[in-house]
């Protein structure tokens, strides 16, 4: 039998202070309609009663930051820690308070199901990770967990009925800090075999295999485990991701909603240089093979390189470089040098890259010195949204009267990965002065609440296709 939407299914989607008189001048009442098959003729007495609970999500973000290796107002929340294992914990239980079905994969993909009337059609997903690099902030990919449960709760208020299944992802590890991989949880669940086979043999900084990590936590007992958590090409017919911007210009221009038509292709690559090192007074200038002064002319052929490009969106960033034996009084023998580069364009970027390798094999031939290494440890393909996906957020943005911007992703998301599974889409919200990866990040519960509204709403219009 088709659902007839209680006036407040209006209100906590959309919250808004006023309705037209007819119906049909309303497009947030046509796309209820649309929902329950009738229309809406109840009074509209009570039309702001209801919205987001913008006061308990901005606990839950309060109260996930306090796990974490160092104290307020940073957050250091490292994958399969024990600050990492409580914060799962956590959101777990929310997912459950919220009558999710919760299920954990093999290296810790965490799930939150709630069942559409149609089970059998391949469901809508949304979500984010958790975890947090050293003395960052409390925003950074939690928005879009605690928002995408929240964005669950807001549509089991108004009594909407998903025809598609709705599942709330919590992904593990996208950030690359223990293990050096990035979005580790979604390139498996995207079938990486090779990072499949790899982290049978990966290492933290301590020496700490991922298996022996990984199973402390609870997780992977053996390394046959790891390709279970594959998924086949399909098996979302939808993934939408909740994130802060990351950058400045939302805020600057006044404009709550980004709407990602395109995620940038990362690339990631290790160099190491080795000379002669000696002492830093004794050995004279033309006799040096100096491997620190061959990592510095290389940082900054990276730059030349990017900006040779031709376009603003070409970055490359050298983020680590680091000297042996590290002695104010030695001459350097041995430099490591990890780089990062992306660009909406792969053959540019790749071009990049190209010439980033020519330039380390002649700087270690003009200064004397071995290039040991030169490893591109990712090169992933750019991601661009779905046209459906897109057409519903814009929709949903429109409906909720909340001004949006199309706009490139620069930073790499989960949803970079799970592209190849199903068709993608991002939102952005604002964040202040754009800032991320540190303590100062920060998006106000208004913002957070638009954000909120939006994939909400836009979950809504997708389940029921």
């Not at 104290?71 to 799962?88: F, G, H, I, M, N």
């Not at 009594?159 to 690359?176: A, D, H, N, Y």
């Not at 830093?280 to 002319?297: F, S």
Request: include cysteine; charged fraction near 20%; hydrophobic fraction near 40%.
């Amino acid at each position: 039998m088709p659902l007839r939407f209680s006036l407040s299914s209006l209100i906590v989607l959309c919250s808004f202070t006023a309705i037209i008189a007819h119906n049909n001048e309303d497009p947030t009442i046509k796309t209820m309609e649309d929902f329950s098959g009738y229309p809406i003729h109840e009074s509209h007495s009570h039309l702001s009663s209801l919205s987001v609970d913008a006061q308990s999500l901005q606990k839950q973000i309060d109260e996930l930051s306090s796990f974490s290796d160092t104290p307020a107002p940073s957050v250091t929340r490292v994958l399969y820690t024990e600050k990492d294992v409580l914060a799962r914990r956590f959101i777990k239980n929310l997912m459950g308070l919220s009558g999710l079905s919760v299920r954990e994969d093999a290296v810790g993909n965490i799930f939150g199901l709630w069942e559409g009337s149609n089970p059998e059609l391949s469901a809508v997903a949304t979500g984010s990770h958790i975890d947090a690099i050293p003395y960052s902030g409390k925003y950074d990919g939690v928005v879009g967990v605690l928002g995408a449960i929240e964005a669950i709760n807001v549509l089991i208020r108004s009594g909407f009925k998903p025809k598609r299944s709705l599942e709330v992802i919590m992904f593990t590890s996208e950030e690359p800090t223990r293990f050096g991989i990035s979005c580790l949880g979604s390139r498996l669940m995207a079938g990486s075999e090779t990072l499949a086979e790899a982290l049978k043999t990966t290492v933290d900084g301590q020496n700490i295999s991922f298996l022996d990590a990984s199973q402390s936590a609870g997780y992977t007992k053996d390394h046959n485990d790891i390709s279970s958590v594959f998924l086949k090409k399909g098996s979302y017919s939808a993934f939408v991701e909740l994130h802060i911007e990351q950058g400045p210009l939302l805020e600057e221009e006044g404009i709550p909603i980004g709407i990602v038509t395109a995620i940038a292709a990362p690339a990631s690559i290790k160099v190491e240089f080795q000379g002669n090192g000696g002492h830093a007074g004794a050995v004279l200038m033309p006799n040096r093979n100096d491997a620190g002064l061959a990592a510095a002319e290389l940082a900054l052929a990276v730059e030349r390189h990017v900006l040779e490009s031709g376009s603003i969106d070409t970055v490359g960033t050298v983020g680590i470089l680091e000297l042996h034996p590290g002695a104010i009084n030695s001459i350097p023998s041995k430099s490591h040098l990890e780089i990062d580069t992306r660009d909406i364009d792969e053959e540019r970027r790749n071009t990049v890259i190209e010439k980033i390798h020519q330039s380390a094999i002649s700087i270690a031939r003009k200064r004397r010195v071995s290039l040991s290494e030169f490893k591109i440890v990712n090169q992933d393909p750019p991601a661009l949204s779905e046209k459906s996906i897109l057409d519903a957020m814009v929709a949903s943005s429109k409906e909720l009267n909340l001004t949006h911007k199309l706009m490139i992703s620069r930073a790499y998301h989960d949803s970079l990965f799970m592209a190849r599974i199903s068709p993608m889409g991002m939102i952005f919200i604002p964040c202040y002065k754009g800032y991320s990866h540190k303590p100062e990040e920060y998006s106000s519960t208004q913002d957070i609440s638009n954000g909120v509204k939006v994939l909400a709403l836009t979950l809504a219009k997708l389940s029921l296709q």
